[in-house]
């Protein structure tokens, strides 16, 4: 292949993970106690082609500044709908400069022709068959303007490499250890993007490629206690089960995320248990009836969730307890009520978040059908600004009432409360509720700096009625 690079100059490749400013290292509001290794940019990395003379730098905005004099021959950017703004700033700032810029992530794969302004490429949905591609058409001056995914995308190839994690240096973050099995999610939520951006099937990484992965870290690190991104790692019951198995002998510990529907399942519990789970992620939701229905999430409404979480506290597993604000039958009722169930249910570490339509998901364009849509200002999609007219309260109400139940939840009584009724004590819980209590403490200072509605009207971007 004819190209300008060789090994005395080879090309310089820099991965950028942007982040809004609620985020980001300078002035952001999250500590090392709650961050965890992004594993995007670690799994490109691992994807370019090694054959070719590349020199790759990682830049994860969370926890380091990105040099105003960065060098590049090439740019990739990923975006969340919160940090797209931050993307497109940054990809306008590089082009300028004459640099290359390709825009990936799950905005991107929901916004393609808005991203597309901003980029000379761009990758819409899953990127791990495009990537390898891509970066040979840059080699030969032949970048397309598109990547993607394609129709037979799946992740069952057992010689894709696994992510180079030690690229980024560990002390940056709470854990490196993170994992990924499987993508993407069976249920259809109406606020989740999953469904939107990628569709309903889930991708499933082979078992065995999973386990040595997690070997080959454990023997290169020590380390035994992970983390899996996996937005639903039980989304698949059968294969659930054989990755569980293929985890006891290993003898780790680990965290991930589930849906409520294990309560119906003391099988499935138990072997997670047994596998090394210590803690989960649960989307709970709501606490208001008629709520789950709005969500699009009925079938939480089978599940009890102080005796699901009793249950799992037994086995020795912690609760990352997830809350939504602002569905359409939440009153003014629903924060006191969330954190009462969160006290009473000893939920180890509850987490609140305001309903936030991502651009093409079923939420968004019911709201943007009934008018309701506030502003298109991505930045303030983070799932703590208010960016749409809730149903039963005010902008204000929600917005105050969600900053209210933080505090509540994480005062030091309740955390208390919380963690001596789970009786379930892990050092780690501990931690994540002082790093919580200190996010509850200080979100309003994020809000002062960069939100328009109702605190400055005139930014108000609303529809005509
Ligand atoms: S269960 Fe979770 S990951 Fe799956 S669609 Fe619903 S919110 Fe998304």
């Known amino acids: 292949m004819e190209t300008k690079y060789n090994n005395d100059r080879k090309m310089k490749l820099v991965l950028i993970s942007p982040k809004g400013p609620l985020y980001r290292k300078s002035g952001g509001i999250f500590k090392k106690s709650l961050r965890y290794q992004p594993l995007t940019l670690t799994t490109l990395a691992a994807l370019t082609p090694k054959e070719l003379p590349i020199e790759i730098t990682l830049i994860d905005e969370g926890i380091m500044e990105i040099p105003a004099d960065l060098q590049a021959d090439l740019i990739g950017i990923t975006a969340i709908t919160g940090t797209a703004i931050r993307a497109y700033e940054l990809a306008d700032q590089f082009r300028a400069k004459g640099i290359k810029v390709l825009l990936g992530g799950p905005h991107i794969t929901l916004m393609p022709e808005e991203a597309a302004e901003h980029a000379d490429a761009i990758c819409i949905g899953y990127a791990d068959q495009t990537w390898p591609q891509l970066i040979y058409d840059f080699f030969a001056d032949k970048l397309q303007a598109v990547y993607k995914q394609g129709e037979c995308f799946d992740l069952t190839d057992t010689t894709l490499p696994f992510p180079e994690r030690e690229r980024f240096d560990s002390k940056y973050f709470l854990t490196q250890a993170v994992f990924e099995a499987t993508r993407s999610c069976g249920h259809d939520c109406e606020f989740c993007v999953a469904p939107t951006a990628w ?21 290169k690190t020590g380390k ?23 985890l006891i002998p290993l003898k780790i510990q680990w ?22 789970c210590k803690g989960l992620l649960l989307g709970l939701e709501t606490v208001t009836t008629g709520s789950l229905g709005d969500a699009g999430k009925k079938f939480n409404s089978s599940v009890n ?34 954190v009462e169930l969160a006290i009473d249910a000893a939920i180890d570490l509850p987490r609140f978040s305001v309903l ?13 059908q009934e008018k309701r849509i506030l502003t298109k200002d991505w930045s303030l999609y983070d799932a703590q ?12 109400q929600l917005s105050e009432g969600h900053e ?27 931690t994540a509720n002082f790093g919580y209590r200190f996010y509850a403490h ?6 002062t700096c960069d939100w328009p509605i109702e605190r400055n009207p005139s930014k108000i971007i609303l529809q005509s009625k």
């Not at 569709?199 to 454990?218: A, C, L, M, N, T």
């Not at 809350?323 to 003014?332: A, E, K, S, W």
């Not at 339509?357 to 943007?368: A, D, H, I, V, W």
Request: aromatic share 14%; glycine share 6%.
């Open 199 to 219: 569709g309903r099937k889930q991708y499933q990484h082979p078992v065995s490629w999973v386990v040595e992965d997690i070997r080959q870290f454990v023997a």
């Open 255 to 276: 965290f991930g995320l589930s849906t409520v529907l294990i309560a119906h399942n003391n099988e499935l519990m138990e072997l997670m248990a047994k596998s090394g």
């Open 404 to 430: 209210r139940a933080w505090k509540k939840i994480y005062q030091y009584k309740n955390i208390f409360k919380r963690l001596w009724g789970a009786r379930n004590f892990q050092p780690l819980a501990l």
């Open 305 to 338: 969730y102080k005796e699901l979480i009793a249950t799992l506290h037994k086995l020795g597993i912690s609760i990352q307890g997830c809350f939504v604000f602002g569905l359409d039958h939440d009153t003014l009722d629903t924060f006191d009520a969330t």
């Open 356 to 368: 936030t339509p991502f651009p093409g998901t079923p939420l968004y364009k019911r709201l943007e």
């Open 442 to 447: 200080n979100l309003h200072k994020f809000y």
């Open 385 to 396: 600004h208010v960016v749409f007219e809730p149903k039963l309260m005010t902008v204000q």
């Open 224 to 246: 035994r206690k992970l983390i899996f991104v996996d937005l639903n790692l039980v989304s698949d019951l059968e294969y659930a089960k054989e990755l569980f198995t293929a």
